[in-house]
């Protein structure tokens, strides 16, 4: 089955980083657009970066532009979401998904991992 797996979410202090990993396994995602969304209680999902399998073309929501990097490692499998300067409104279950489409928008996406808690405290 295909999978993709969040990991590295947590407890951190306004300002603090964390990166977050996105496992993909059981199928290649060569010529994909991976994305990352964030769902806050009672919110709906927000799209917050995107970007090639093969590391082009990111993109972010202006919110987290200057902060936020994504980025990919092929070879490893996996996508990853570096995040600086982070901020209580960034608290939120971040999720990592796949389309074979370049339209990066959640109601596109074909695959989706199980989310990563990350809170970020005043």
């Known amino acids: 089955q295909v999978q993709l797996v969040e990991s590295g979410g947590g407890l951190v202090q306004a300002g603090g980083s964390l990166k977050l990993s996105c496992a993909a396994s059981?199928?290649?995602?060569?010529?994909?657009?991976m994305g990352w969304f964030r769902q806050a209680p009672g919110k709906e999902r927000e799209f917050v970066a995107a970007?090639?399998?093969?590391?082009?073309?990111?993109a972010y929501v202006h919110s987290v532009k200057g902060r936020f990097t994504t980025s990919t490692d092929n070879a490893k499998n996996t996508v990853y979401l570096q995040m600086n300067s982070l901020k209580p409104e960034d608290t939120a279950v971040y999720y990592c998904?796949?389309?074979?489409?370049?339209?990066?928008?959640?109601?596109?996406?074909?695959?989706w991992g199980q989310g990563t808690q990350v809170t970020v405290s005043s």
């Open positions: 998904a796949a389309t074979r489409e370049q339209v990066v928008v959640a109601k596109m996406m074909d695959y």
């Open positions: 970007i090639n399998w093969n590391g082009s073309n990111s």
């Open positions: 059981g199928r290649t995602f060569t010529n994909w657009r």
